[in-house]
């Protein structure tokens, strides 16, 4: 577990598993923990794998990125050059821009007021302030 072979995948495995297992996806690990994509071992996990068919399926995908990555977040990276030569395009939009638009939502506007009162019934929200429930009502979808 040094940091020769833990680098970021240690924790960007450990994030992918974990939001695999939360949507009930079922998933593989490989042999070890972390291995180079250059070893036997990563060639013969990725042999057995489905790896192709997924790939396969995010074909001209679009990716919504909302603002930069912070910098002490590398398991984020992503080379959007390599997506975009393999049919995936990523759209950015700055946080701001997205803050801007709620701002200028009415507070009383359907969605938002729809999507406040799914929030009050899937969880306890009385000791968050009413101002912040409202904000996280306008950036739901």
Avoid: W
Avoid at 1 to 13: A, E, L, P, Q, V
Avoid at 28 to 42: A, C, R
Avoid at 53 to 72: D, E, N, Q
């Amino acid at each position: 577990m040094s940091i020769r072979d833990r680098r970021d995948s240690f924790c960007g495995k450990m994030s992918a598993c974990n939001n695999l297992a939360q949507y009930g996806i079922p998933y593989s690990l490989t042999t070890l923990h972390t291995e180079l994509p250059q070893s036997d071992i990563f060639r013969a996990t990725l042999n057995g794998s489905r790896v192709c068919r997924v790939v396969k399926g995010l074909r001209r995908l679009r990716i919504g990125a909302i603002g930069a990555r912070p910098a002490a977040f590398n398991t984020v990276r992503y080379s959007e050059k390599i997506l975009e030569a393999n049919g995936i395009s990523v759209e950015t939009l700055d946080l701001s821009e997205i803050l801007g638009r709620i701002a200028r939502m009415k507070d009383d506007d359907a969605l938002a007021q729809k999507k406040l009162q799914s929030i009050r019934r899937y969880v306890s929200t009385q000791s968050i302030p009413d101002a912040a429930l409202l904000k996280m009502a306008k950036l739901a979808p």
